[in-house]
Structures are given as C-alpha cells and as structure tokens.
C-alpha cells in the first residue's frame, strides 16, 4: 500500500484515508438509491417503477477527516431519502466509525 501509494509523509495517509472515505461513502449513497429504485444502475428494463434516476447534486460536509466533497445521487420524483448523509446535513463527524464497522462486519455494497 505505501509503495502503490507513494506514502512519504503523514499528510500522505491522511489524504489517502480521506479519498478513500469519500469514495467509500459515494458508493454507499449510490447504493441506497438503487434499493430505493428497486433496481440497478444500468438495470432500469427490469424496473418496476416510474421512478428513475437523474443525476447528482454537489455537497460538501464537515467530517473528522475535513470537508468532502459528494455528489449526491438524486430520483426524477424526488423520494430519494439517503440515509448515510441525511438531507441538510452538513456535519457528519462520527460517521467513519460507523462505516468501518460495517465493513468489518462483512457488510458491504458489492454482492
């Protein structure tokens, strides 16, 4: 990991750790929205409902590892509840940890 990633520096694994937990929760918000649809991205033949995606909004919130920029995945009727980064929350701080212990559970987005 430190060779892949060229890690010299503190600030090196702390900016590693902060995209890697951007990333992690962009995929768990695409993945909140799919189970809201009922289906998968690129699924939609086999959908059962009127409701589709359309595109993402930006946002930024405030965690312990700084401030992430997310684009929030959004539906065409505007159901679409994320639950992992709730609407008009802007401070998420103390989330890390609850995500970790997903993921050491076992738990993740991919089959």
Same mark, same amino acid.
């Given at each position: 990991?430190?060779?892949?990633?060229?890690?010299?520096?503190? =600030?090196?694994?702390?900016?590693?750790?902060?995209?890697? &937990?951007?990333? +992690? +929760?962009?995929?768990?918000?695409?993945?909140?929205?799919?189970?809201?649809?009922?289906?998968?991205?690129?699924?939609?033949?086999?959908?059962?409902?009127?409701?589709?995606?359309?595109?993402?909004?930006?946002?930024?919130?405030?965690?312990?590892? =700084?401030? +992430?920029? +997310?684009? !929030?995945?959004?539906?065409?009727?505007?159901? &679409?509840?994320?639950? !992992?980064?709730p609407k008009y929350?802007r401070d998420i701080?103390? !989330?890390e940890e609850k995500? !970790?212990?997903?993921?050491?559970? =076992?738990?993740?987005?991919?089959?």
């Open positions: 990991m430190i060779k892949e990633n060229d890690l010299k520096s503190v =600030g090196d694994v702390s900016a590693l750790l902060k995209e890697s &937990f951007k990333d +992690l +929760l962009q995929e768990l918000l695409e993945a909140e929205l799919d189970v809201s649809l009922g289906y998968d991205k690129n699924q939609k033949n086999e959908a059962n409902t009127d409701n589709k995606r359309n595109g993402h909004y930006p946002k930024t919130v405030k965690s312990t590892l =700084g401030e +992430l920029k +997310l684009d !929030i995945p959004r539906d065409r009727n505007g159901e &679409f509840e994320p639950a !992992i980064v929350c701080s103390g !989330i995500v !970790i212990s997903l993921y050491a559970r =076992g738990l993740s987005t991919r089959d």
